[in-house]
């Protein structure tokens, strides 16, 4: 495990741009359907969410360059997030067909909740609770955050995200370096002997 000091989430510049001008810089949930994680998963389509990346480069110890998504990216004191929701849930296990990678990375989807919330009732009953002070994806323990390296982990935050908050919580907007052909996945990867259970 690795120290995690960001959630990030990385974009277009006018993404952001839209949301400051629109939505008074608030990234508004949306129902969850992404075509990447596994067609089962028992949380597409059941929660809303905004989500985030946690994986950090092992040789430079900050966040993984370079992006898949957009060339900026704002940047979550991680710690800052799980005092917001404290609930963490398992919700999918994956990889992807790629046209780029004869072995694409895993990936694993958390979904973090405020307890008692809608989100947190759904998650109760589709999904698996998680320790978020002790499990093997992204842990909560003495103040710090530290992630897994071996998968990649994706975070599902289920509540509207405030980023003028976060802001005023130390959080950030970089500029990354973007490889646009990285993020042509195509589907989950039906022939995985790993993660087709």
């Known amino acids: 495990m690795y120290h995690c000091e960001w959630l990030y989430r990385d974009a277009y510049t ?26 089962a998963s028992p949380m597409k389509g059941a929660l809303e969410g905004v989500f985030f990346f946690a994986n950090v480069d092992i040789k430079t110890g900050k966040p993984y360059q370079p992006s898949n998504f957009g060339p900026r990216r704002l940047l979550a004191p991680a710690t800052a ?84 908050m976060f802001l005023s919580k130390g959080g950030r907007f970089d500029r990354v370096e973007y490889n646009a052909h990285e993020s042509k996945y195509l589907q989950k990867n039906p022939g995985c002997n790993e993660c087709n259970l």
């Open 81 to 164: 997030m799980f005092d917001e929701l404290q609930n963490l849930y398992f919700a999918d296990f994956f990889c992807m067909v790629s046209n780029y990678e004869k072995t694409p990375p895993h990936y694993v989807t958390l979904v973090m909740a405020r307890p008692g919330s809608d989100a947190d009732r759904v998650c109760q009953e589709k999904l698996i609770a998680v320790d978020r002070n002790d499990n093997i994806f992204l842990c909560f323990r003495n103040g710090s955050v530290s992630v897994a390296s071996w998968v990649w982990v994706e975070i599902l935050y289920t509540e509207d995200f405030d980023i003028n």
């Open 14 to 39: 006018d993404y952001f741009e839209t949301i400051e001008r629109e939505n008074n810089n608030i990234m508004k949930v949306k129902t969850t359907e992404n075509k990447s994680g596994d067609p």
